[in-house]
């Protein structure tokens, strides 16, 4: 079983930093292209950013020039930086996981991330 697990949320004033670190284990072959998401009260959940295995990175025209991200083995990191009100949201890991030859998509459990004005 692999398991995507979330830090690094918080309450933050607006123009403030948070880092979100994402990290998956279990039985892992590989992983191809991770990605953060986030679902504000009463909105879908969208994507915020993503990053294939070989490092080409695609963001929401809402968080280009303010969030980046990134990733090493089994970990995605999301840097955002100049935070606004309306970045309140739950971000959610998202990790396409290859086990035995067969890929899988997961999910981490979300993290809260606040931004005050």
């Known amino acids: 079983q692999v398991q995507l697990v979330e830090s690094g949320g918080g309450l933050v004033q607006a123009g403030g930093s948070l880092r979100l670190s994402c990290v998956a284990s279990g039985s892992i072959s590989s992983i191809n292209a991770m990605g953060w998401y986030r679902q504000a009260p009463g909105k879908q959940r969208e994507l915020v950013a993503s990053i294939t295995s070989g490092g080409r990175t695609n963001y929401a025209d809402s968080v280009k020039g303010r969030f980046t991200i990134s990733r090493g083995y089994a970990k995605v990191y999301l840097q955002m930086n100049s935070l606004k009100p309306e970045d309140t949201a739950v971000f959610y890991c998202?990790?396409?996981?290859?086990?035995?030859?067969?890929?899988?998509?997961?999910w981490g459990q979300g993290t809260q991330v606040t931004v005050s004005s």
């Open positions: 998202n990790a396409d996981v290859v086990i035995d030859y067969t890929t899988r998509n997961y």
